[in-house]
């Protein structure tokens, strides 16, 4: 069974993330905890509540999450790992494991910044769908009304691109763009460069027809955004979107700076192969599509409001959490964002980082999980190793992304 998971990446972006695992070549001490307990039999962890689906966390819960994290630190070598969950009447979990930094051994830590990936697609979508609550652009725009050039432009909404259904090629695919960006990763791209390694490509099927995720079409929407409302991208999302959520320790960067205190991220998408730290690569080649910044609090109180709609009507808000089925049973595609299993919000990888901030409505439970890599583990990523075992834990009855074991694509 072919399967589909939400990653940007430097050459990939729609593909497989669960199967089998495989042993990394990270070097260095990759794993050890700040917190350290035995394993729980499962039979002694309390069922989830009936009207929730979410457990009590108590003490041996705790222990049980402890030792699941760190039997998937042990298999996948990740550095560090954090893991949060909170869920109102049921308790929290904040756990820090492993290493912030491999050279001198500083630990994992709460509050370090990390690149975000692909989660940066749920605050380009929510600047556009504020705009769409505004008046100043609709949903059913074909995108030739804001940006010209594009193939079959006439055709394809901006709720086509949202939505991961336009057919456009996906720039971070072409051979072209992975040799460019292989010279010099610190290098920088403009939205225009990403949008000309897209366009030199068919289109891959009709506007709306299928389901073909692809950071091509977070490029246009950011540049529908700066259309409308004149200002840079960076600008809106800092001003419009993160100063009314109340995000502090959120950024759009604009150079390949990080802000203290972070975590240094580990990868090996290299020209080489070999796990390098890419804490400094320019992330601009990702844009409007992963190049943002946050941390575990942040993420923790954005995956609430964007699961809720805080920023958006109502109306806007449903229109957004349509969903569109994907390759992952129980799992659908709205507009910048998915539901998978009940956990509703967006997860994110970008070389040296990922993060999977989703949210539980049925419990108001929230899961966020910040890794400082993204070395894959025979196909399948990390985070959603992370978010299986947690989740299996809390929520036995939604499961990330599944019940059943997934085999990795080879796309």
């Not at 069974?1 to 497989?16: G, S």
Request: glycine share 10%; with cysteine.
């Amino acid at each position: 069974m072919k399967t589909t998971h939400i990653r940007l990446c430097r050459a990939c972006a729609a593909v497989a993330a669960v199967g089998v695992l495989m042993v990394s070549t990270l070097a260095g001490p990759a794993y050890g905890a700040t917190v350290a307990a035995p394993s729980t039999p499962a039979s002694t962890v309390p069922s989830p509540d009936t009207d929730t689906g979410f457990v009590q966390l108590t003490p041996t819960v705790a222990a049980q999450l402890d030792a699941a994290v760190l039997q998937v630190m042990r298999k996948t070598q990740v550095p560090g790992v954090t893991v949060g969950l909170w869920a109102p009447g049921k308790g929290s979990y904040a756990r820090t494991f492993g290493v912030a930094d491999k050279a001198t051994g500083a630990p994992m830590a709460t509050g370090l910044h990390v690149r975000i990936g692909s989660e940066t697609k749920t605050f380009t979508v929510t600047a556009l769908l504020q705009l769409v609550d505004q008046g100043k652009a609709a949903l059913d725009d074909p995108i030739d009304r804001w940006v010209t050039g594009v193939p079959n432009g006439d055709r394809i909404t901006l709720r086509q691109l949202a939505g991961m259904r336009s057919g456009l090629f996906n720039y971070s695919l072409d051979e072209d763009f992975d040799k460019k960006f292989q010279a010099d990763p610190e290098q920088s791209f403009t939205p225009q460069q990403l949008l000309d390694y897209a366009f030199k490509h068919p289109v891959l099927f009709p506007p709306g027809a299928q389901f073909d995720y692809s950071n091509t079409n977070l490029i246009l929407l950011g540049l529908v955004v700066e259309k409308v409302t004149g200002r840079p991208l960076h600008e809106v999302i800092t001003q419009d979107v993160l100063g009314p959520a109340g995000l502090r320790r959120t950024l759009f960067p604009t150079g390949s700076d990080m802000p203290d205190p972070y975590a240094h991220g580990y990868t090996n998408q290299t020209a080489s192969g070999k796990i390098e730290d890419a804490t400094d690569w320019n992330p601009s080649w990702a844009w409007a599509a992963g190049a943002m910044i946050s941390d575990m609090q942040d993420l923790r109180s954005w995956a609430r409001t964007l699961a809720t709609g805080g920023l958006l009507t109502s109306a806007t808000q449903a229109e957004r959490l349509k969903t569109t089925p994907m390759d992952i049973p129980g799992a659908g595609y709205g507009l910048g964002i998915f539901d998978v299993q009940g956990w509703i919000g967006h997860n994110g990888s970008i070389p040296g980082y990922e993060v999977l901030p989703v949210y539980l409505p049925q419990a108001q439970a929230t899961m966020v999980i910040v890794l400082n890599t993204d070395v894959r583990y025979e196909g399948q990523e990390p985070s959603t190793l992370f978010g299986q075992a947690v989740t299996s834990i809390v929520s036995p009855d939604h499961v990330y992304p599944g019940h059943e074991p997934l085999v990795p694509s080879t796309g």
